[in-house]
């Protein structure tokens, strides 16, 4: 989960914030200089008549909860 903040410029756009891991809700941190810790970042556009019929997700996982769901994967990933 991405969060956002309007900063003051000559037209109101976003900047990125923060980011948080939608398993853990722990915040995903920046190193010294200045960039993210890696992590997995998901947009879904779920088809109509899909079970979230339209829905648009979008989804961050921090490494420690990817490592979780791969172990639990009955399948690997290549
Ligand atoms: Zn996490």
Redesign the pocket.
Known sequence: MKIYKNISIEKQEKTLQDIF?N??G?KIHKNEYGYYDDFLSIEKKWGYHSQFDGETHFID??Q??YKIFLNNMKLKPD
């Open positions: 891991c398993i853990c722990e996982i921090c420690l909860c």
